[in-house]
């Protein structure tokens, strides 16, 4: 086993190997520009672009014409709000979301408020999911959008993706998730669950960082508003030379991503819940963050009420954990989607999260495991003396 062991993987994933050897080519040899029509360089390059498409639009049971390669997942929300109020602007003023979408989502809506658009934040219930009653009470008339995530990046829990999407398809109302950790950990069906706009982030599900997807379904029935112009690439939505070799890596991992899936959320649940189960047997007073029935296989979220979480991710050096979203952090503010959820103030002061992944092992888990268990309580003995 080696040190420090990775888990963190909310924040970010390694490129898997497989997909670093699939986009090796397109750097150097096949270095071609897909927007190059008329020799063999720039073919190459868009066939492989085009195989990406399909292997993208395959893991969310898309067609590979509504997928517009972006970024990442910032870029992808960011067009699908701003795309749709500013598309549709002549036909209503209104934005739903929820209080703890992650800040590309927060922040897109906010922008456009001084333009006229309101923004709702339905209610949540305390175990993070929200509540459809709520949901279902706040769409009005005015309603263009509806855009709530498919599992949170701090507490990994999932919403009732198709109970939301028969509800705004009922009020004629477009649903936007963003998918960022979601696609590649549980099964995403956008015909099923009647999503409108889905965003995607490659550098969550083992693709490197800065290439992700927005899936535009039905594409020409929904339209948006590009933010950036140019050359009009990716159907005048995502103007900008493409990203070649990124593209290729995300669309290797979905592939790998949709093959393994059932076997690996199986083996992360298990990993996860071995992890859950020990520190609920080792330590009293701990809190589980969110919903456990509703949840990704390889998050678990956990409160140490009296304990200064930074001073126990320091002493454990050794393991790479993180006390909320890499997002906000470096900010020691508490979290503002626990604080969402209503928890007590020591609650969402004291939570650390731990992500899983493709290379988590079960001896990573029961060392973390232990240094969790033994630091706390040392942590504690120390703060009784302390204080006596
Ligand atoms: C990581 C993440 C993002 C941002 O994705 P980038 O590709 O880093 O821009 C957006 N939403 C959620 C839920 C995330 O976890």
């Not at 998918?179 to 982030?201: C, F, H, N, R």
């Not at 949840?295 to 200064?308: A, E, H, K, M, Y």
Request: aromatic share 4%; charged share 20%; net charge neutral.
């Amino acid at each position: 086993m080696k040190l420090p062991i990775y888990l963190d993987y909310h924040a970010t994933t390694p490129v898997d190997p497989r997909v670093l050897e699939a986009m090796l080519p397109f750097f150097a040899e096949s270095f071609g520009n897909p927007a190059s029509r008329n020799h063999k360089f720039g073919w190459m390059a868009a066939t492989a672009v085009e195989n990406a498409r399909k292997q993208v639009a395959k893991l969310i049971n898309a067609s590979a014409k509504e997928i517009v390669f972006t970024s990442g997942a910032s870029e992808s929300d960011n067009l699908a709000i701003k795309g749709v109020a500013h598309r549709y602007h002549d036909r209503g003023n209104h934005i739903i979301t929820m209080a703890t979408e992650h800040k590309a989502v927060l922040d897109s809506a906010k922008r456009l408020i001084p333009e006229g658009i309101t923004v709702t934040l339905a209610r949540l219930q305390p175990d993070g999911l929200v509540d459809l009653d709520d949901l279902k009470r706040a769409i009005t008339d005015k309603t263009l959008l509806v855009s709530i995530m498919a599992a949170n990046n701090e507490i990994g829990v999932i919403q009732p993706l198709a109970e939301i999407g028969l509800l705004c398809r009922e009020r004629g109302v477009l649903f936007h998730t963003d998918a960022a950790q979601a696609t590649g950990k549980i099964p995403i069906d956008v015909q099923a669950m009647q999503i409108d706009l889905l965003s995607i982030a490659g550098h969550k599900m083992y693709a490197p960082k800065g290439i992700g997807a927005l899936c535009v379904i039905r594409r020409g029935a929904v339209e948006l508003t590009p933010i950036l112009d140019g050359g009009g690439h990716e159907g005048g939505l995502r103007s900008g030379t493409l990203n070649v070799p990124g593209i290729v890596g995300l669309g290797k991992a979905c592939e790998f991503c949709r093959q393994d899936m059932p076997e690996e959320s199986r083996r992360l649940a298990a990993l996860r819940d071995r992890l859950k189960d020990g520190l609920l047997a080792g330590l009293d007073g701990i809190h589980i963050n969110g919903s456990l029935e509703h949840r990704l296989p390889n998050n678990l979220n956990v409160s140490f009420p009296g304990l200064d979480v930074a001073t126990l991710m320091s002493a454990m050096s050794d393991i790479a954990l993180s006390s909320g979203s890499a997002c906000t952090s470096g900010t020691p503010e508490p979290s503002y989607v626990l604080k969402a959820l209503g928890v007590s103030e020591e609650v969402a002061n004291t939570p650390l999260r731990f992500g899983l992944g493709r290379f988590t092992t079960e001896e990573e888990i029961d060392y973390c495991l232990r240094r969790v268990v033994e630091t706390v309580k040392k942590l504690r003995e120390m703060g009784s003396t302390a204080a006596a």
